[in-house]
């Protein structure tokens, strides 16, 4: 995002997203549910970013996430 800024400083908005984190803490299904920061080259990257998180191992069932970054230049 600090970087996106450099090239539109009046870049900000809300980022929804939601995955599965299965129990060996692995990411699936992640995909964009909306965006207000319409920056394509920035909402993959974000996108891809998440997508190489790894929770850990856990003994638990799988579990929907759905969750909103909120960006607003300082």
């Known amino acids: ?14 980022f929804r997203f939601q995955f599965i984190v299965h129990p060996d803490g692995r990411v699936e299904g992640l995909k964009l549910v909306t965006s207000e920061l319409n920056d394509k ?18 003994d638990v069932a799988a579990t929907a996430v759905q969750y909103t970054f909120v960006f607003l230049p300082s």
Do not use: H, V
């Open 1 to 14: 995002y600090t970087k996106a800024l450099r090239q539109n400083p009046d870049l900000s908005g809300k």
């Open 41 to 58: 080259t920035l909402e993959n990257r974000m996108l891809n970013k998440i997508r190489s998180i790894n929770f850990g191992k856990a």
